[in-house]
C-alpha cells in the first residue's frame, strides 16, 4: 500500500492550492481516502474524507465551504482542492486510508488508519 501526496506550497492568504493523493497497492473503490493535516504543537486535525465506493464526503467546519474532496477512481487519486486559504491552514497535509468516512473519524484526526502518506507542506503568508 503506498500513499503519496503532492501539491503543497507556499500560498498568499486568499489564494488556492490543489493537492493530490495518488494510491496503489490496494483496491481504490473499497477504501475511504481522507485527509488531515497537522502544524508544528498542534494536535492532527482531520479535515475531510471521501468514500471511494458511493462518492459520500465530509468536512470539517473549519473547511467547510472553502476545501472540495474529488476523486478519480480510475487513476486512483484523490484531490483536494483549497480555496481560500488562510494563514491557519498552514500545515502539513497527510492523506490517509480508511475504512470509514465520518464525524468521528474526523474528529480522531484518522489516527486509525492503517496507511498514510509522507504529507506535503502548505504554507499560507499573510
Known amino acids: 500500500v503506498q500513499l503519496v501526496e503532492s501539491g503543497g506550497g507556499l500560498v498568499q492568504a486568499g489564494g488556492s492550492l490543489r493537492l493530490s493523493c495518488a494510491a496503489s497497492?490496494?483496491?481504490?473503490?473499497?477504501?475511504?481516502i481522507g485527509w488531515f493535516r497537522q502544524a508544528p504543537g498542534k494536535e492532527r486535525e482531520g479535515i475531510s474524507c471521501?468514500?471511494?465506493?458511493?462518492?459520500?464526503?465530509n468536512y470539517a467546519d473549519s473547511v467547510k465551504g472553502r476545501f472540495t474532496i474529488s476523486s478519480d477512481n480510475a487513476k486512483n487519486t484523490v484531490y483536494l482542492q483549497m480555496n481560500s486559504l488562510k494563514p491557519e491552514d498552514t500545515a502539513t497535509y497527510y492523506c490517509?486510508?480508511?475504512?470509514?468516512?465520518?464525524?468521528?473519524?474526523?474528529?480522531?484526526?484518522?489516527?486509525?488508519?492503517?496507511?498514510w502518506g509522507q504529507g506535503t507542506q502548505v504554507t499560507v503568508s499573510s
Open positions: 490517509a486510508r480508511d475504512r470509514f468516512c465520518s464525524l468521528a473519524r474526523m474528529l480522531g484526526g484518522f489516527d486509525r488508519s492503517d496507511y
Open positions: 471521501i468514500d471511494n465506493s458511493d462518492g459520500n464526503t
Open positions: 497497492g490496494f483496491t481504490f473503490d473499497d477504501y475511504v
